[in-house]
Each structure stands twice: as structure tokens, then as C-alpha cells.
């Protein structure tokens, strides 16, 4: 089974209105932390934002925020007021337990674009 | 501060040849692993290193390696090219392994097998 799970394979969006990213995960695991990445067409992986098994709010960074459903194991990545240099990939990953290890497992993506 | 910086960006080989890719972690950081992307495949984990030591590895064969050194800069090396290996190698740099956020990505090696 697929620890982790995108399901949109493209996502198109109005500029300035907000879109929702899908991603679901897979793990018995107690403690675990999810990423949400960027990557445009250069291939650099960006970060954008983080949340911890146990933080109890759900993550923001400036436009993004990701809506931590911890019971259903959904982790959906919501930006807001989109903008053009927003169009790229987006994977969503995990790094499980505590194995001391930065090992993330990533979906297959989104990729999302932003039209005028 | 400088962000994670893998040489070269770019680089086209033949089958059978052998590559080395370099990745500089974030100053601090001392914590990098690896991790390919193929189209096919996605992003595929390769290994992690810390403190000079391979802490995991992940499910490639021995035909890839790597190493890190005393200031934590890792190399990774393919031998025996395969057309297969073409993909997007990329390195990431932590503080310590498994620890918070701070997890974050050069802008990866291009290599091409012809």
C-alpha cells in the first residue's frame, strides 16, 4: 500500500482564488512529521511548510497552510490567494517514527497551474 | 546563509561509465541524504548520511554508493551506468537526522545515460 497518496494529478486555479492540495498517508506510527514541497520546472525541491504528529494546530506558513486531519491520516496543503509564480509540482511526504532518520517518502504529486 | 548546493547541475554520460555528484549541506546541517527522481518511479530515497556514517539506505543496488566527509559534504557515486539511472539526483541537508522541519533540498543533478 501507498504511504502516501496524492490524488489530483493536475489541479488548474484562477489567480487569486485559494485551492486545496490532497494528501493522505499511511503509518502505524505514533510520531511522524509531514512536508509539503514545491518544486517548479528548475527541479529544486522548496519548502513550504511542516506539521508534527503531535502539534495540536495546524501548520501555517504566510499563503500556506495545511489542514491536519490526524484521524482520518489527511494532511491537505491550502494556499491561499494563488499567484502565478505558484504554478509547479507539489508533493506531499513523510517522515516517519522515531528512527532518527530524515527519511521522507513522497506521493507522486500535483502539479498545479495558475492561470491569469 | 547559503542553501544546499549539489555540482554538477548538469551532466550527460554513456552506459558503463561511473558518475560522482556532490552535494554541500547547509552550513550547521550535518545530516544529508539522497534521493533520485525518475518519471516512472517518483522520488526514491537512496541513502542518508550523518556524521560520516550511512545511517539507512534505501532500496537501489550496489551500484550506487556514497560517502560524506569530516565537514559533512557527501558525494554519491553510480558505477556502471544504466540508460535507468537517468533522472533527477537530489540531496537534502538536516540539523540532525529525524529531527523537526529543518529538512531542506538542493537544486539536484540532471543526469542523462545515452
Known amino acids: 500500500a501507498q504511504k502516501i497518496t496524492q490524488t489530483q494529478p493536475g489541479m488548474f486555479v484562477q489567480e487569486k482564488e485559494a485551492v486545496t492540495l490532497d494528501c493522505t498517508y499511511d503509518?502505524?506510527?505514533?510520531?511522524?512529521?509531514l512536508f509539503w514541497y514545491k518544486q517548479p520546472s528548475s527541479g529544486e525541491m522548496i519548502f513550504l511548510i511542516y506539521q508534527g504528529s503531535y502539534d495540536e494546530q495546524n501548520a501555517t506558513e504566510g499563503r500556506y497552510s495545511l489542514n491536519f486531519q490526524k484521524a482520518r491520516k489527511s494532511a491537505n496543503l491550502v494556499i491561499s490567494a494563488s499567484q502565478l509564480g505558484d504554478s509547479a509540482m507539489y508533493f506531499c511526504a513523510m517522515r516517519e517514527g522515531f528512527s532518527g532518520y530524515s527519511t521522507l517518502t513522497f506521493g507522486k504529486g500535483t502539479m498545479l497551474l495558475v492561470s491569469p | 546563509k547559503a542553501g544546499v548546493t549539489q555540482t554538477p547541475r548538469y551532466l550527460i554520460k554513456t552506459r558503463g561509465q561511473q558518475v560522482t555528484l556532490s552535494c554541500s549541506p547547509i552550513s550547521g546541517h550535518r545530516s544529508v541524504s539522497w534521493y533520485q527522481q525518475t518519471p516512472g518511479q517518483g522520488l526514491q530515497f537512496l541513502f542518508e548520511y550523518f556524521s560520516e556514517t550511512q545511517r539507512n539506505k534505501g532500496n537501489f543496488p550496489g551500484r550506487f554508493s556514497g560517502r560524506q566527509f569530516s565537514n559533512s559534504r557527501s558525494e554519491m557515486n553510480v558505477s556502471t551506468l544504466e540508460l535507468g539511472d537517468s533522472a533527477l539526483y537530489l540531496c537534502a541537508s538536516s540539523l540532525n537526522p529525524g529531527q523537526g522541519k529543518e529538512l531542506f533540498f538542493g537544486e539536484g543533478s540532471r543526469l542523462t545515460v545515452l
Open positions: 503509518t502505524s506510527d505514533q510520531s511522524y512529521g
